[in-house]
C-alpha cells in the first residue's frame, strides 16, 4: 500500500517563504513523475510545477522565478521551495506521483491529502 505524507503548509506573510515535503512510502518499483497542484476558493486545481524522472521541469507562468520543484530519489521525496509568496498564492496545495508498481509495471497517479497555504497581505 502506497502512502503519501505532505508537511510544510502553513501561514506565512507576503513575500515569505515556505517549503512543502511530499514523501511516499510502501511498496513499489519506482516514482516516475512527481508533481504539485494546488486548488483556491471558488477554482479548478491546477498544475504547479512538475519534475519528470529525469530532472526535467515545467511550472506555472504564475510562479515561474519564484518556486523550485525538486526531487530527492533515495528518500521518494519531492518537495517545493516557494518564495516570494504572494496572497494569490493562497490555496490548497496537493503532491502527485506517478508510482510504478512492482508487481504490474503499472504506473498508477497517487495524491496527497492536501495542505493549506496562505499567504497574509
Known amino acids: 500500500q502506497v502512502q503519501l505524507v505532505e508537511s510544510g503548509g502553513g501561514l506565512v506573510q507576503a513575500g515569505g517563504s515556505l517549503r512543502l515535503s511530499c514523501a511516499a512510502s510502501?511498496?513499489?518499483?519506482?516514482?516516475?513523475?512527481m508533481g504539485w497542484y494546488r486548488q483556491a476558493p471558488g477554482k479548478q486545481r491546477e498544475l504547479v510545477a512538475g519534475?519528470?524522472?529525469?530532472?526535467?521541469?515545467n511550472y506555472a507562468d504564475s510562479v515561474k522565478g519564484r518556486f523550485t520543484i525538486s526531487r530527492d530519489n533515495a528518500k521518494n521525496t519531492v518537495y517545493l521551495q516557494m518564495n516570494s509568496l504572494k496572497p494569490e498564492d493562497t490555496a490548497v496545495y496537493y503532491c502527485?506521483?506517478?508510482?510504478?508498481?512492482?508487481?504490474?509495471?503499472?504506473?498508477?497517479?497517487?495524491w496527497g491529502k492536501g495542505m493549506q497555504v496562505t499567504v497574509s497581505s
Open positions: 510502501g511498496s513499489f518499483f519506482s516514482i516516475d513523475s
Open positions: 502527485s506521483l506517478g508510482i510504478r508498481s512492482t508487481r504490474t509495471g503499472v504506473t498508477r497517479v497517487y
Open positions: 519534475i519528470g524522472s529525469s530532472g526535467t521541469t
